[in-house]
């Protein structure tokens, strides 16, 4: 009893981290119709400049909120130069985000070096609590509860707000959102830049985590957001919600009874999924 | 529709003057190691072993329109199934022979069961699903190398022996060669046959094939597994070059190579990736002779990038297909003067 419960919480933080990443993605792949291949090389970064600026500051949210920054800035700078360019043309948009994450990738390890740089977590949150026999990991609760806020905030901005609106008109009908006198173009670098950003945040809240950062720790946790975009049902927000939570504690309780089968779990998860419902969970038809 | 039915018959020969080019560029390769050291031959060995495998990703990509980010799995695959094979049984022919034929059913057997999963969807999120779930196979195939370190020795790298009369570097430049033009004309046999040209409408328009009565996953599920096969044919040469794998072969970096190779040289083309991999081949070396020069020309990675994203956005059709509209926009002026 006391093992589900902590599995339960670890696969809850687990869901929350790969929620970052998959919730970015599938926002970009609904709105936009872009799929981001950048996507892991954003959570690494996201990973890299949170620790330098730890080193250089010692305050945990400082150094968050530069990677979310730097992320942002990032994912603008693709969106302005290159994704833009090929919207429409999904094997280009493929291709090219595959370039830059090779690029931006390499980057990483010409700034930072090749090998893994230990990062500790943040004093406050490296405690546990301890409650009715179940260990409980401060951080994976605040994991948690970011993850919560995170798809509480993106669900009312995009569902509730004047941006939201804008940008989903957007996504129908670009032409005549733009004939309106809105600049759409701008809030699909928005669009873009915030995916970018989240994707960030999840790396620079991985890292701490894990008590490491390397390079190599990307393209893993892409590959587990893509399982979730696709198991969830690709654009839906909902979809990568529940999806994520469904990873996350199929990570927590493979890894637990038998850690050599977390990385064919997952994909048996999506294949399983995928020969009962095509279009996954929450699927519907993407912008074309 | 009449695009179509042009792809769908078209023949293709080879003009007089193409094929007094190509036998002017065989003569000449056939005579490079005369007077060359022996670091070219093995980069020129390389160049055509690689080249098959930027061909076999032409067969997804440049017919198809298939984007599989796992295909390093077929080549990796194939270089340590004969790896592993010479380790435990023995570096003879027959066990490359024995190699060969595991090799080609372990890619089929895959390619099968990816494309059951990759090809479910069509059109704009097919694609995208099938780069994904592509992705999370090769991911696969790479981890278990690396956790079965017994037989691969994980990252490490596996060093093996290899069957004598592959041991002299000379002769293995002329296997080699001979490798890149048996499995060119094979390929190309391949592209030209009547599958190859319902590949082709695939690619233009996988709908229309699908309304013509086409059963297009069929149709893709046979290019995945020829394009399979060919690259774990290459990845058993490669064996036989370097001697040696790591699980680097099976990322997907390695498939990257692959797409980099046909893009450059152009998509559709087949002898595309022939040019795609000696430039690239060519650029990485030469590059990393700079190294001395300044310390950011060992980072390949970076320039492979840039080359990479510039190759897609200012020339998508790649060398040979840059070549085909200069022609073209030659001619067009000749006939207005």
């Given at each position: 009893?006391n093992?589900?419960a902590?599995?339960?919480?670890?696969?809850?933080?687990?869901?929350?981290?790969?929620?970052?990443?998959?919730?970015?993605l599938?926002?970009i792949?609904?709105?936009?119709?872009?799929?981001?291949f950048?996507?892991?090389?954003?959570?690494?970064?996201?990973?890299?400049?949170?620790?330098?600026?730890?080193?250089?500051?010692?305050?945990?949210?400082?150094?968050?909120?530069?990677?979310?920054?730097?992320g942002?800035?990032?994912?603008?700078?693709?969106?302005?130069?290159?994704?833009?360019?090929?919207?429409?043309?999904?094997?280009?948009?493929?291709?090219?985000?595959?370039g830059?994450?090779?690029?931006?990738?390499?980057?990483?390890?010409?700034?930072?070096?090749?090998?893994?740089?230990?990062?500790?977590?943040?004093?406050?949150?490296?405690?546990?609590?301890?409650?009715g026999?179940?260990?409980i990991?401060?951080y994976?609760?605040?994991?948690?509860?970011?993850?919560?806020?995170?798809?509480?905030?993106?669900?009312?901005?995009?569902?509730?707000?004047?941006?939201?609106?804008?940008?989903?008109?957007?996504?129908?009908?670009?032409?005549?959102?733009?004939?309106?006198?809105?600049?759409?173009k701008?809030?699909?670098?928005?669009?873009?830049?915030?995916?970018?950003?989240?994707?960030?945040?999840?790396?620079?809240?991985?890292?701490?985590?894990?008590?490491?950062?390397?390079?190599?720790?990307?393209?893993?946790?892409?590959?587990?957001?893509?399982?979730?975009?696709?198991?969830?049902?690709?654009?839906?927000?909902?979809?990568?919600?529940?999806?994520?939570?469904?990873?996350?504690?199929?990570?927590?309780?493979?890894?637990?009874?038998?850690?050599?089968?977390?990385v064919?779990?997952?994909?048996l998860l999506?294949?399983l999924?995928?020969?009962?419902?095509?279009?996954?969970?929450?699927?519907?038809?993407?912008?074309? | 529709?009449?695009?179509?039915?042009?792809?769908?018959?078209?023949?293709?020969?080879?003009?007089?003057?193409?094929?007094?080019?190509?036998?002017?560029?065989?003569?000449?390769?056939?005579?490079?190691p005369?007077?060359?050291?022996?670091?070219?031959?093995?980069?020129?060995?390389?160049?055509?072993?690689?080249?098959?495998?930027?061909?076999?990703?032409?067969?997804?990509?440049?017919?198809?329109?298939?984007?599989?980010?796992?295909?390093?799995?077929?080549?990796?695959?194939?270089?340590?199934?004969?790896?592993?094979?010479?380790?435990?049984?023995?570096?003879?022919?027959?066990?490359l022979?024995?190699?060969?034929v595991?090799?080609?059913?372990?890619?089929?057997?895959?390619?099968?069961?990816?494309?059951?999963?990759?090809?479910?969807?069509?059109?704009?999120?097919?694609?995208?699903?099938?780069?994904?779930?592509?992705?999370?196979?090769?991911?696969?195939?790479?981890?278990?190398?690396?956790?079965?370190?017994?037989f691969?020795?994980?990252?490490?790298?596996?060093?093996?022996?290899?069957?004598?009369?592959?041991?002299?570097?000379?002769?293995?430049?002329?296997?080699?060669?001979?490798?890149?033009?048996?499995?060119?004309?094979?390929?190309?046999?391949?592209?030209?046959?009547?599958?190859?040209?319902?590949?082709?409408?695939?690619?233009?328009?996988?709908?229309?094939?699908?309304?013509?009565?086409?059963?297009t996953?069929?149709?893709?599920?046979?290019?995945?597994?020829?394009?399979?096969?060919?690259?774990?044919?290459?990845?058993?040469?490669?064996?036989?070059?370097?001697r040696?794998?790591?699980?680097e072969l099976?990322?997907?970096?390695?498939?990257?190579?692959?797409?980099?190779?046909?893009?450059?040289?152009?998509?559709g083309?087949?002898?595309?990736?022939?040019?795609?991999?000696?430039?690239?081949?060519?650029?990485?070396?030469?590059?990393?002779?700079?190294?001395?020069v300044h310390?950011?020309?060992?980072?390949?990675?970076?320039?492979?990038?840039?080359?990479?994203?510039?190759?897609?956005?200012?020339?998508?059709?790649?060398?040979?297909?840059?070549?085909?509209q200069?022609l073209?926009?030659?001619?067009?002026?000749?006939?207005?003067?």
């Open positions: 009893m093992i589900l902590m599995l339960l919480i670890n696969g809850l933080a687990e869901g929350a981290l790969i929620f970052l990443m998959a919730a970015g599938s926002i792949l609904g709105l936009l119709g872009v799929v981001n950048t996507h892991g090389t954003l959570f690494i970064w996201g990973g890299y400049v949170s620790i330098w600026v730890f080193s250089l500051f010692g305050n945990f949210f400082i150094a968050l909120a530069a990677a979310i920054i730097a942002f800035l990032m994912g603008l700078v693709f969106e302005r130069l290159f994704v833009r360019q090929v919207y429409g043309n999904v094997t280009a948009q493929i291709l090219i985000t595959l830059l994450m090779t690029i931006f990738t390499d980057m990483v390890r010409l700034l930072w070096g090749p090998n893994p740089i230990p990062a500790d977590r943040p004093e406050f949150m490296d405690g546990t609590w301890i409650a026999g179940v260990i990991s401060q994976r609760v605040f994991l948690i509860v970011v993850g919560i806020l995170v798809a509480i905030g993106i669900n009312y901005l995009i569902n509730r707000t004047r941006i939201g609106m804008i940008m989903r008109a957007g996504t129908q009908s670009p032409d005549m959102v733009q004939a309106m006198g809105i600049n759409i701008v809030y699909f670098s928005g669009v873009f830049a915030g995916g970018a950003a989240l994707a960030a945040l999840g790396g620079a809240l991985y890292v701490p985590l894990v008590g490491s950062v390397w390079s190599g720790m990307g393209i893993h946790n892409q590959i587990l957001a893509f399982i979730v975009v696709i198991l969830g049902g690709m654009g839906s927000f909902y979809g990568s919600a529940v999806g994520s939570i469904i990873i996350g504690l199929t990570v927590a309780l493979v890894s637990w009874f038998y850690p050599p089968l977390t064919y779990s997952t994909v999506l294949i999924v995928l020969s009962l419902k095509p279009e996954g969970l929450f699927g519907t038809a993407v912008r074309s | 529709m009449s695009v179509l039915t042009n792809i769908l018959q078209k023949k293709s020969t080879i003009s007089p003057l193409q094929a007094a080019g190509l036998f002017i560029l065989l003569a000449a390769l056939l005579i490079v005369t007077f060359s050291g022996m670091t070219t031959v093995t980069l020129f060995s390389r160049i055509f072993i690689l080249a098959i495998f930027g061909m076999s990703y032409d067969i997804l990509r440049g017919y198809t329109g298939i984007i599989n980010l796992g295909h390093a799995l077929f080549f990796g695959g194939g270089t340590y199934i004969a790896g592993i094979l010479f380790n435990r049984i023995g570096p003879t022919l027959d066990v022979l024995l190699a060969i595991i090799a080609l059913a372990f890619s089929a057997v895959i390619a099968y069961v990816m494309g059951q999963f990759a090809f479910r969807g069509t059109g704009f999120s097919g694609v995208i699903a099938c780069a994904m779930i592509t992705l999370a196979f090769g991911e696969i195939v790479r981890h278990t190398a690396e956790t079965f370190r017994e691969t020795q994980g990252a490490d790298g596996l060093t093996f022996r290899i069957p004598e009369i592959f041991q002299d570097r000379l002769m293995m430049y002329y296997y080699a060669l001979l490798f890149m033009i048996i499995m060119t004309i094979i390929l190309r046999q391949f592209v030209n046959s009547p599958t190859g040209r319902v590949l082709q409408a695939v690619r233009d328009n996988e709908q229309r094939a699908r309304f013509l009565g086409y059963d996953k069929k149709y893709k599920l046979i290019a995945l597994v020829v394009a399979g096969m060919a690259s774990a044919l290459a990845g058993i040469m490669f064996a036989l070059l370097t040696f794998a790591n699980t099976l990322t997907v970096q390695s498939t990257l190579n692959a797409l980099l190779y046909t893009i450059v040289g152009g998509t083309t087949l002898y595309g990736a022939i040019i795609g991999t000696g430039f690239v081949q060519l650029a990485q070396n030469y590059l990393l002779e700079l190294r001395g310390e950011i020309f060992s980072r390949w990675l970076i320039f492979f990038g840039a080359i990479y994203v510039l190759v897609v956005l200012y020339m998508p059709r790649g060398v040979i297909g840059a070549y085909y200069l073209a926009s030659r001619q067009k002026r000749r006939k207005t003067e």
